[in-house]
């Protein structure tokens, strides 16, 4: 079983910045393919980034705008948000698998956290 914890969320104006973090005390290096996923209101979940082996990669809404880090000594993954609107508010998740070398937004997620709310306004 992994844990996850989220904290970082928020509400922010416009063109703003958040730091989403989770706390993966029993992460692995290169064992689980980690991601982050959003769900607004009456929406589907929206996969928006995943990290591999120090490699990130983005869904295009957020890309140029999101970033994904990992600190292995801490077992903390982050999520660094810059120039949010308000079509990046929702309810964000982060999520892990195991994997054997594959790591993106289609795959099957074992763990989830809770969730951080993220409310940005106009």
């Known amino acids: 079983q992994v844990q996850l914890v989220e904290s970082g969320g928020g509400s922010v104006p416009a063109g703003g910045s958040l730091r989403l973090s989770c706390a993966a005390p029993d992460y692995t290096y290169s064992r689980y393919c980690m991601g982050w996923f959003r769900q607004a209101p009456g929406k589907e979940r929206e996969w928006v980034a995943n990290?591999?082996?120090?490699?990130?990669i983005y869904a295009d809404s957020v890309k140029g705008r999101f970033t994904m880090s990992l600190d292995n000594a801490k077992k903390m993954l982050y999520l660094q948000m810059d120039s949010l609107s308000p079509e990046d508010t929702a309810m964000y998740y982060c999520?892990?698998?195991?994997?054997?070398?594959?790591?993106?937004?289609?795959?099957?997620?074992?763990?989830w956290g809770q969730g951080t709310q993220v409310t940005v306004s106009s």
């Open positions: 990290f591999y082996r120090a490699t990130s």
């Open positions: 999520a892990a698998t195991r994997t054997g070398g594959v790591c993106n937004g289609r795959m099957e997620y074992e763990y």
